[in-house]
């Protein structure tokens, strides 16, 4: 419970990153900050740690589109997923247990850290990230969607006309390995409509072999 306490009292000491730098850091950066902004007070970083902080410290970045007070922690989780990528590899560990900095990590963390202490101007950041184009605080458009789709290991399989495993088809939708089927599953039929919507024809045959294949793959 002490740690509760010290996490309490370094969030009533902190800034809050305004929402313009939060456009140009995106999501997996601000999560890897936080691990380190927890670590750097010898604080583990623990799922539900990385939540809370996470949520005061980029308010926009992880709320509720329609009810911006509270915190989307699957938001987080995926962040979580991606930074441990092999491709990122900017963190180590899990949900289970804590989650901490690769070399990477601390590069990037550092970078941030340079923002805050230089209060909270876009000069301080990196070159790289203030010609960058803003990312995603608040709702996504239709093009982001696709474009996560597209860019996904799943529909790569497709277009290479390899089999498809679940992991990879949820992770394409926007979920994770803890996201409910029925989750997934409206996931699924919203990202078709759109793809549809944009006359994706590559995106539409990969969603459409999904869904008729939907048992197979959750069974």
Known sequence: MMERKEI????????????????????????VYVVYFLTKNSIEATFQRICVVSHKLFPETFSFTEFPEHLDSRNIRNCLWHCRDEKKAWLIGSDKTKYELSEKGKKISLEIEKVNEQGMGIHALPLKLRKKKDLLTKAVDDSYIINEIKSSSAF???????????????????GDRYSSKNFIEKQLKDALKKAKNRNEKRVVQYLLLVNENWREYFK
């Open 8 to 31: 309490i009292n370094l969030l009533k000491k902190s800034k809050v990153f305004p929402e313009a730098i939060q456009k140009k850091i995106g999501r997996d950066r601000a999560v």
């Open 156 to 174: 790569k399989k497709f277009l290479e006309k390899k089999d498809l495993q679940k992991l990879d088809i949820i992770l394409s939708l926007g």
